[in-house]
């Protein structure tokens, strides 16, 4: 469920006469890598009478080689497409055991494969030295995800941006130097910094989409106030098992649905979106980045309008009225989730199996389930749900009791509490079981023994 957007990214170059257009290289489709899904696109060129060759160059980005064969007073370039922006989690993703901590060490054969991502363009400057000599790592190592945060931020903290229109990219020194850069300078800056601490970085240019939010933040800044795109520019370090991992130093974040890459190599001149020349004359630039929503699907922050509502209702009323004539029966459980009002944040009541408040509000919640539907029940205590990242499973609280109303059990004070020490022994739990073979007419010595801690009693 997500956001279908469309792009249209457009460049018009007009010259004050017919000009010899040499071979042009673009570099505006969308990297295979990308986690945002594309779901169409298409490369549009003027003058018609051109000829077009897809590659993939050196680094696996996508490129469009175009030769133009007689001379134009117009190259225009115009590109759509259109992206899923389903929300995509930058933190989703496996990293090896032997990387989990920086600093860490590629294998030998991967320091192979990511040579020109580790060389750096050139020797250390003093700024940079400096900079880099303030980076802290404890003796026990940074969780590699922290250790890329803690750059990231940094870097945002100390270069602020600006729209450069200058060509070309400033040197790392420049852009400390200055303490201001575009995004393509700062990006830069931090491939250099990362290769200059062991990691392997490579430069990125792509689309950034931002989107305005359907509700206003709770705190911070709201964010833009109408839909968003442009050329961007961003970095990714290789993390093994992770694979390329995107950091945007312009905005502090890691790289998320809205970037877009189009090209990511070693060094910001292999990754321009158009490369060429032409003729020497006077020539008009103009360029423009449109995006527009084609779909949306509701959400909690944008629901469905009274209209579908009411399409909803139909269908549904009209699904019912087929089943029922079908003697079709339906029925459909839920498992409501409860929090604390008194406690929300407490670890019971987001990531530990089970607590004391937790248990003793169940038990409450319980008993006045019990009281109201299930007269002569019973309450069953066992395991529950055994969810990732959690000890032990969850206690399970069952209220069990028949339909007919004939009761399941007559003198609940016969049955042991769980919230309380007991006395019974596994002799006595050995003489239950026994019993009710007998009683079934079953074979006692068929009877297998369940414990729980202590190990010692098996």
Not at 125 to 131: A, D, T
Not at 134 to 145: K, Q
Request: net charge negative; charged share 20%.
């Amino acid at each position: 469920m997500g956001i279908h957007i469309g792009i249209e990214h457009r460049t018009t170059y007009n010259f004050d006469r017919a000009v010899t257009v040499n071979p042009h290289v673009v570099r505006l489709r969308p990297a295979p890598h990308s986690r945002t899904p594309i779901l169409a696109y298409s490369l549009r060129v003027t003058p018609q009478d051109h000829f077009i060759n897809w590659q993939q160059d050196a680094f696996g980005n996508f490129m469009a080689r175009l030769v133009f064969p007689e001379p134009t007073k117009l190259l225009e370039i115009t590109v759509d497409l259109i992206a899923d922006l389903t929300v995509v989690n930058p933190f989703d993703f496996f990293v090896e055991d032997s990387a989990k901590s920086y600093p860490f060490t590629y294998e030998p054969q991967l320091v192979t494969d990511l040579e020109p991502y580790l060389r750096p363009a050139g020797p250390v400057g003093p700024k940079l030295k400096s900079w880099l000599s303030h980076i802290e790592t404890p003796s026990a190592g940074v969780p590699i995800a922290d250790f890329l945060v803690g750059l990231n931020q940094r870097l945002y903290n100390d270069i602020d941006y600006s729209i450069r229109m200058e060509p070309g990219v400033q040197t790392p020194e420049d852009t400390l130097t200055r303490g201001i850069g575009s995004c393509r300078d700062s990006s830069w800056l931090l491939v250099e910094a990362l290769r200059q601490v062991g990691l392997a970085a490579r430069f990125v240019s792509g689309y950034l989409v931002q989107l305005t939010s359907d509700l206003p933040a709770l705190d911070g800044a709201d964010g833009p106030t109408a839909d968003f795109t442009d050329l961007h520019a961003w970095a990714e370090v290789y993390v093994p098992g992770a694979g390329w991992v995107g950091l945007d130093p312009t905005s502090g974040l890691f790289a998320g649905e809205g970037h877009i890459p189009l090209a990511c190599t070693p060094h910001p001149s292999t990754a321009a979106p158009i490369s060429g020349s032409t003729d020497t004359a006077e020539v008009t630039f103009d360029f423009a980045n449109v995006v527009h929503r084609v779909r949306e699907d509701p959400r909690v922050t944008l629901p469905y309008t009274p209209t579908q509502w009411t399409n909803i209702d139909a269908l549904g009323e009209h699904v019912d009225k087929r089943l029922e004539a079908g003697d079709v029966r339906l029925t459909m459980g839920g498992e409501p989730t409860y929090v604390s009002i008194d406690d929300m944040e407490g670890d019971e009541w987001n990531t530990a199996a089970d607590g004391e408040d937790k248990r003793a509000l169940a038990m409450e919640l319980a008993m006045r389930l019990h009281d109201r539907f299930a007269i002569g029940g019973l309450l069953q205590h066992g395991q529950g749900k055994w969810y990732p990242g959690e000890p032990l499973p969850r206690w399970q609280l069952g209220v069990v009791w028949r339909r007919d109303g004939e009761p399941l059990w007559q003198n609940p004070d016969l049955l042991a509490s769980p919230n309380e020490p007991g006395t019974a022994t596994v002799d006595d739990a050995r003489k239950v079981a026994e019993a009710i073979a007998t009683t079934f007419g079953l074979d006692a010595t068929n009877l297998l023994t369940a414990h729980e801690d202590p190990v010692d009693q098996v």
